[in-house]
């Protein structure tokens, strides 16, 4: 059939608020938050129910019609963007954005795949539960895209991923049949894990519509500091003493390094340095419990106490205030934005086995300095998970065509480095269009293979996301 006939038929089954094909209306819907790539699109399609993203997936499917699934588009690594030839359709699940259940007794939540991630944190706290997934992107990410990216994000060193808060999916198959799969069972050993493909597939295998996902007891009493350290081992150290002498109550551990801070505070408004001094590394660590009674303050004073009398803590700042908490988790999050207004950036999101993390810094930051002259490393992240964001911005008054020009060669060095010392090239971004050939080169053999004969079981005609994750065949 005539694509046009094909997108005729489509418009029909969402009617007329469940498209957009002018180009003023579809231009969000193709750049990324980054500006690396730029799509296009004949349409842009909002469904508001599974059914019709069904009947839409059935018709792209008997078309040969290829669909890129796109939530709030904050990913980073390209996998939401259509491609430049404008022959895929972008299905934008925007719409499908309510809550069906919560269930307080079984503390689970069932959403539908639209909903914004700090919309379901507002939706637990309202019946005095959380839902701990937590990123820089919450106010604009949707839960379809953080399932689809397997979201790590600052709270999963006591939560997990976004893999391990999930018990059910509803998803669209790539021929229209519907995988009903809301479970909300803890324990359920019936075969294979069909669900668990969908996660970190981003939007390769199917179109998530809902899920079923894990709430845990509020949060009622928390510490928060700034800690600044003389090297990255001072916080390996520190994750073990507070791990330990905190009765393992630390929910997250972020690496800032001086440069990262600097930029947040001079870019972004109302963000400040609490410290006095300049200091190589900074720790945001927060502890917190769902007991309103614990004393985490004193547990946090006596541990930097000790920390500092021994060296490995050099200051630190804990916070007296949620205000001040707040400006803390904001100087934190407006990292990825102060890069931004830096210029432009290359962006490895790498992660360790946490005890070689000290002597990886130290070998990539050398190899930085001696071959990237117009660009500055810029690293932070998320340590207690072994995950930084080893990031280089080019330099003030540095050329940004010419600092981009290097960013493959780049990429390749840091991640042989990564590969070195036994990390992965992706931590909790994903692959997309960006990190295609390095799955090619450090996944096994066995493995891709593997990942190729799902692909084809699932999509075997290929209009899932084409090009994204695996390259096509
Ligand atoms: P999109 O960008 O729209 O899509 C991401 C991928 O999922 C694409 O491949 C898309 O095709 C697919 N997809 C989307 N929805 C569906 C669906 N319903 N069904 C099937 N496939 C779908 N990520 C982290 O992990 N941790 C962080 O700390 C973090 N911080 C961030 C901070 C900032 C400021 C920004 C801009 C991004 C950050 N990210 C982080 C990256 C990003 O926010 C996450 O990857 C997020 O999970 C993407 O959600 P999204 O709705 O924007 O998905
Ligand atoms: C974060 O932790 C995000 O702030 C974004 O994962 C990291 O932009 C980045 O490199
Ligand atoms: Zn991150």
Redesign the pocket.
């Known amino acids: 059939m005539e694509i046009a006939a094909t997108l005729e038929r489509i418009k029909g089954v969402v009617g007329p608020r469940g498209w957009i094909a002018d180009p003023r209306g579809t231009e969000p819907y193709l750049v990324?938050?980054r500006g690396l790539y730029r799509g296009a699109t004949r349409l842009v399609v909002r469904p508001a129910s599974t059914e019709e993203v069904a009947a839409v997936v059935r018709i792209c499917a008997e078309a040969g019609l290829p669909i890129?699934?796109?939530?709030?588009?904050?990913?980073?690594?390209g996998?939401?963007v259509p491609p430049e030839d404008g022959h895929n359709i972008v299905?934008a699940?925007g719409r499908m954005n309510r809550i069906r259940a919560i269930d307080p007794v079984n503390f689970t939540m069932t959403v539908e795949?639209?909903c914004i991630?700090a919309h379901l944190h507002q939706a637990a706290a309202e019946i005095d539960l959380l839902f701990p997934l937590?990123?820089?992107?919450?106010g604009?990410?949707?839960?379809?895209?953080?399932?689809?990216?397997?979201?790590?994000?600052?709270n999963v060193l006591r939560y997990g991923?976004?893999r391990d808060l999930v018990l059910g999916l509803e998803?669209v198959l790539p021929g229209g049949r519907v995988l009903e799969g809301l479970s909300s069972l803890r324990k359920d050993n019936t075969g294979y894990d069909i669900k668990s493909l969908?996660l970190g597939?981003?939007?390769?295998l199917?179109?998530?519509?809902a899920a079923t996902v894990k709430l845990f007891p509020q949060i009622r009493a928390r510490a928060t500091a700034l800690v600044a350290l003389p090297e990255v081992r001072a916080a390996v150290t520190l994750l073990g003493e507070l791990r330990a002498g905190s009765g393992d109550r630390i929910s997250s551990f972020e690496l800032i390094s001086r440069p990262a801070l600097e930029l947040a505070t001079r870019h972004i408004p109302g963000v400040s340095d609490p410290l006095t001094g300049a200091h190589p590394w900074y720790l945001l660590c927060e502890l917190s419990s769902a007991r309103a009674a614990e004393p985490l303050d004193e547990v946090l004073e006596e541990a930097l106490g000790a920390a500092l009398t021994r060296g490995t803590v050099l200051d630190a700042a804990l916070v007296r205030s949620e205000r001040e908490r707040a400006a803390l988790w904001k100087l934190r999050?407006s990292i990825?934005?102060a890069q931004r207004h830096e210029g432009a950036s290359l962006k490895h999101d790498i992660s360790l086995p946490v005890a070689v993390l000290a002597d990886f810094v130290a070998r990539a930051a050398s190899w930085i300095g001696a071959n990237v002259p117009d660009g500055r490393l810029v690293a932070y992240g998320?340590v207690g998970d072994g995950n930084l964001h080893f990031n280089i911005s080019q330099s003030a008054g540095s050329d940004r065509e010419r600092f981009l020009s290097r960013a493959d060669s780049v990429r390749c060095a840091v991640h042989e480095l990564v590969h070195e010392f036994g990390g992965s090239f992706s931590a909790?971004?994903?692959v997309?269009r960006t990190k295609v050939a390095e799955l090619e080169r450090y996944t096994s053999p066995v493995e891709l293979a593997l990942m190729r004969a799902v692909k084809r079981a699932f999509d075997p005609h290929g209009i899932m996301?084409p090009g994204?994750?695996l390259r096509e065949q």
């Open positions: 990324e938050a890129v699934p796109q939530g709030g588009n904050t990913g980073l690594v996998g939401g299905l699940l795949a639209g991630l937590s990123l820089g992107a919450e604009s990410c949707q839960i379809g895209g953080n399932l689809s990216t397997n979201a790590g994000g600052v991923m976004m998803v969908f597939a981003e939007g390769t199917g179109v998530i519509t999050e990825p934005e998320h909790e971004h994903g997309g996301n994204k994750v």
